[in-house]
């Protein structure tokens, strides 16, 4: 009887150079001593049906998505997950025994883990989100499931901000919209400020946002992960904030994918930070 060949994983994007998951994903099977891989995959925006459909003819178990796909990605699966359906998005497809196609998405959850793992507090309270992108989607779904009564929303095209407090708004959760320009006098209650856009990233402008007004207790997130410290992360530090950089998100999301793919629950540490931090820079 044949042994059962070593799983293969991967990430699809377009472009796929920047992505750190073949980092991560490869950091873990190597600490855990699982015979498998997980490769970066370009896969242009046209391409993606076919790319998804030949998974399980070309050996693979699943695959990460990132940009373009994730949206694109929620027609072509055959089933959607709860994560999936809620969010609107699909960053991890999974091949069940019969060839078909799950989608699922972990950003939420590794939102939710971040916050956790830096002693954020979960609580019936109140923030602020800087954004209406892809990621903001799946914080809003992060914050309500973590107990926020009230978010707002703020970003430069407010028609984008009111399509999702539209859409995410429940009986438990308000969603309201503030303008981008009067968003820093609406801090002053708020117990999580989140930043879901790019501004701040490698490449991108900074993010200009006055924290005047912020709690003392209140904290401070964003998802962007280069640099590892935003100008706005280190401005909220220099004024005493808490700071929850975006690496942590990064790394808590690759935990269900890698278990889905490889079996193991893997576990977030300062060695694989310093890690992926080193590949990142080139050190």
Not at 120 to 128: H, I, M, Q, R
Not at 181 to 201: C, E, F, R, Y
């Amino acid at each position: 009887m044949r042994p059962s060949p070593a799983p293969k994983a991967g990430v699809m994007g377009w472009p796929i150079g920047h992505s750190l998951s073949p980092c991560i994903h490869g950091f873990w099977l190597r600490q855990y001593n699982i015979a498998g891989s997980y490769e970066a995959l370009a896969v242009k925006p046209e391409n993606l049906p076919v790319a998804l459909l030949e998974l399980k003819a070309k050996g693979y178990v699943g695959v990460n998505l990132t940009i373009p796909h994730k949206v694109a990605a929620c027609k072509i699966v055959d089933a959607l997950d709860p994560s999936a359906q809620r969010i609107g998005a699909v960053n991890l497809v999974t091949v069940d025994e019969r060839g078909r196609l799950l989608g699922s998405n972990t950003d939420a959850y590794g939102f939710t883990q971040n916050l956790l793992a830096s002693g954020f507090k979960p609580k019936n309270g109140t923030a602020v989100v800087l954004g209406a992108g892809g990621a903001c989607r799946a914080i809003l779904v992060a914050l309500a499931d973590m107990g926020f009564s009230t978010i707002r929303i703020a970003n430069r095209t407010r028609e984008y901000a009111e399509r999702l407090a539209e859409e995410f708004s429940t009986s438990q959760t308000k969603i309201s919209v503030l303008s981008w320009n009067n968003a820093p006098q609406a801090l002053s209650d708020i117990d999580l400020l989140v930043n879901a856009t790019s501004l701040g990233m490698k490449g991108q402008p900074a993010l200009i946002f006055s924290l005047d007004k912020l709690p003392p207790a209140a904290a401070v997130a964003d998802v962007v992960y280069a640099p590892i410290e935003t100008k706005i992360l280190k401005k909220a530090k220099q004024q005493g904030f808490k700071t929850i950089d975006g690496l942590g998100m990064l790394l808590h999301q690759a935990r269900p994918s890698f278990k889905a793919f490889f079996g193991r629950d893997p576990e977030v540490t300062e060695e694989l930070k310093s890690f992926v931090l080193s590949e990142k820079t080139g050190a």
